[in-house]
């Protein structure tokens, strides 16, 4: 029994039994080692960053880890901008970095480089295993480390000899006991409930206060205070769709976010961290609320969200609030616009459904059209790093067996194209709905917002991608999806239809007009 | 005036006229002074790696850097795998990096990360700047660092107020000068004399060693003293064909190589390293040489190669040696294998080729297929991250305007695969010939020296790519590039031809039997 039987046997042994790899030579035990480990599914990826923004979608959606496999410095670092919006998201992550032999570090060969660095940039938790006995407690640690709370990445680097040596110990495999989320501070609830009472707040809903049951806790304190309700822009997973009380979303671009929130006074945290602009402008605030707004950081990420809203309902004594109700939308047809796109959505959209949404700036209408559909979860790019979405698809899918509509762009599906040939591979049940409009749009807004407007210049050109046009339908093809073009809200709503009603991954392009619209 | 003029100005000043652009939001003010900057070439990729690698294979080609441009911490990421091999290349590099504005950086916002912990894993020079007056000089300076020598990644950190703020000072562009290159040491040149004379020798050559001019005093000296003439495994760049001395290539796996070195008594490095694994076995050495071999560290990258093979023909009066001559390989016909892919390419090769060499097991033939073809360069895989043929190719044919033949197989070409749209939007001259096998070969191989070779076994099936079958066309197609399946050699010869006499790229899927051949 070696260092690869004992993490194998560890992962099973604390639940972790999904591993997303594209490994090399160095993790060659590893992957031997599954051949004894039938209880492990092993899914592979063809580019590090799928592998990744899998697990990522894996425990978004399970609240539990999924494994990855990287080879070396290399495939961490291709896997890293995936694991950054894992990060951002707070999921629980082990991420299984092979490395060199111990004793051939030193001879710098060509795929020697710095982990430990790259590591250390994502902000969780590493390790270095340095002995095959050492593995099995190092893996339950990193699984505990994992779930935070909040949940975070966990990084274990596991040099090949350590793989590959033999226990000199008897097999024993820790299962590690997650840690209790952080206490809530009962002077700061009585600070926010003084606020709510007193202020024009907002409650500030983020990470995992987005459930349908804390929302309907969070709606009973607004009404009773006449508070706001405001979500933060990219969640890392909400439930939404009818009978869920639907919060504000706090808007993207910081002029208008500032507007939105220049009359609160007061500001209650949960699950959240203060509202920042996503990028920086000239002569634009970094903060968004104002300078006299009262910022009551009641439950910040990792401690009981849920805890704090019965705290506070409580406090408050908030009567229950009925859910307002409506329809759903009617279904599209004619012309596809960014209008019908979300109607086509939100028309046909099954209960459910899971939705991984990197539809940017063809997007906007689509929380609109769906907030009566019936009740789904919303995932969104919580870093920022795009190429997010058809990876967070294929792990949710993985992860649930349920259906998933993965919402994409033209410009952000091309960085990790390849999680389409494992959602095939894998049978995933994955709707893709590619927005084509040639066009990295929300570059080309903020190019506008410098000032270079001018029509055909060199800087216009840097933002186009119809110069040769992306035929995505022919890439989905060749990683193995099946693929239709649609040109109208009825085509698509159609696709859409057969897609959930046909087992395996589906590809549609949504032909859009070009650029912004 | 701005900092990001500045930039692109300083760039201009330097010579360096070509950028691989990722951009994002916080690098839109140089992407709207591209329109004030007509000499700068910059070319849109869709991925980081796509930008990174063109920007390695344009250095390997010119010895100049190109810039790229990256987003924050997640487009440094994406691209730092083939800056790891860029960096085992060598070669000079200016690496730009935007990121959020200085006073943003506090707030923790979605896409704050740590970027200088990714910098300094690369190993190379990097620098934030601070304020916009500090542009040009930091320009300068990293343009200078990037040519070493010996060459390297140079990373410049660009805050977006720096980018977008106002000049203080007037507009100057200082010019680097390059450091000259590593002093050699007489009492070293003396004792390879001694030891190339007294005891069984090898001349190891690397880096900038391997042009015709220095092959040709390479064999001089060997034939004189009856040493072996050895280049490493993975060269950046090597001048080969008929007329051009062939050194033995170090044989990738270690116990092959140890065999090839077993006698050797001293070994004389001459712009190349020690020679050691590529990884590391269970009893396995990591070094590849006795323990009783003299090694001489006569001409450490960054020095006068040159200069080191000129000190030893001279103080050897090694007499000028007839190059071997040969025949050009025969048109194969019939099947396709590894041999008859080998002997199209060579049979078919055009004077002054560029090639990008990703073949990996399928490339076995190659050399010999090519030896007697009209004189060529050659790149290899530097870094063992793979992903670098595409892009590296990309970068060369923009770099030289010559044809490039990237060799490619379907497991490494999946890395990178939006290098093939870049290709088609600039009309480079790239034939891409990708083989397909449908599985990680190489590591089938390593999987079967570990012991895990039962059939049908889930590690074996971690390690295939028929299912589903990746269809190179249609991604090729998909991408804008016109794609042709060949399954016979004769196909292949016709469908090489013809691309050569084609402007712009073209892509060869070959259908090789399954798996290892």
Not at 208 to 237: G, H, N, V, Y
Not at 380 to 386: A, D, M, P, R
């Amino acid at each position: 029994m070696n260092g690869a039987h004992a993490l194998l046997a560890t992962l099973q042994a604390n639940g972790v039994t999904t591993c997303f790899a594209n490994p090399g030579t160095s993790e060659m035990h590893f992957v031997a080692g599954l051949d004894d480990a039938p209880g492990m599914n092993a899914i592979l990826c063809l580019f590090e960053g799928v592998a990744t923004g899998a697990a990522d979608g894996y425990a978004r959606v399970t609240k539990r880890p999924a494994a990855t496999l990287l080879h070396l410095g290399p495939g961490l670092a291709n896997g890293w901008a995936n694991l950054h919006n894992a990060r951002r998201a707070r999921v629980p992550l082990i991420n299984i970095v092979g490395d060199h032999a111990t004793y051939h570090a030193q001879y710098d060969a060509p795929l020697q480089s710095d982990i430990d660095s790259l590591t250390s940039a994502l902000k969780g938790w590493q390790r270095r295993t340095l002995k095959p006995d050492d593995v099995a407690l190092d893996t339950a640690d990193a699984v505990r480390a994992s779930f935070g709370p909040p949940g975070q990445i966990a990084t274990l680097i596991l040099p090949a000899d350590v793989s590959w040596g033999e226990l000199n110990v008897a097999p024993s495999w820790p299962v590690a006991t997650p840690e209790r989320a952080l206490p809530l501070d009962e002077g700061i609830i009585g600070k926010a409930l003084g606020a709510l009472r007193r202020k024009r707040s907002a409650v500030f809903l983020g990470g995992s206060a987005l459930d349908a049951a804390q929302l309907k806790l969070a709606q009973r304190i607004c009404a009773a205070t006449d508070s706001k309700m405001i979500m933060e822009t990219f969640p890392s997973i909400i439930d939404r769709g009818t009978g869920i009380p639907i919060p504000e979303r706090l808007i993207y671009l910081s002029e208008f976010a500032i507007a939105q929130l220049k009359d609160v006074e007061a500001i209650v945290l949960i699950g959240s961290i203060e509202p920042v602009g996503f990028f920086a402008y000239p002569d634009v605030a970094s903060r968004l609320v104002t300078d006299d707004c009262e910022v009551i950081n009641l439950a910040p990420p990792g401690s009981d969200t849920m805890a704090a809203l019965e705290n506070l309902v409580n406090g408050l004594e908030a009567p229950v609030v009925v859910v307002p109700r409506g329809d759903v939308v009617g279904e599209p047809s004619g012309a596809l616009s960014t209008q019908s796109f979300a109607a086509a959505i939100g028309a046909t959209m099954p209960e459910g459904l899971l939705v991984a949404d990197e539809s940017n700036t063809s997007g906007v209408h689509l929380f609109g059209a769906t907030q009566f559909s019936p009740p789904h979860q919303w995932m969104t790019l919580t870093g920022g790093s795009i190429g997010y979405g058809l990876p967070v698809a294929l792990g949710a899918a993985v992860a649930s067996g349920e259906r998933v509509l993965c919402l994409e762009s033209d410009g952000s599906m091309m960085y990790t194209p390849q999680a389409l040939w494992t959602m095939a591979r894998e049978g995933a049940p994955v709707t893709v709905v590619a927005l084509s409009n040639r066009s990295y749009a929300i570059l080309n807004l903020e190019r506008q917002r410098v000032g270079a407007v001018h029509e055909g210049s060199t800087s216009q050109r840097m933002l186009e991608l119809d110069d040769p046009t992306l035929d995505l339908c022919s890439i989905a093809r060749g990683l193995g999806v099946p693929a239709t073009r649609v040109s109208s809200a009825d085509e698509l709503v159609r696709a859409l239809r057969d897609s959930y009603a046909t087992p395996g991954p589906a590809f549609i392009e949504a032909m859009l007009p070009k650029g912004l619209n």
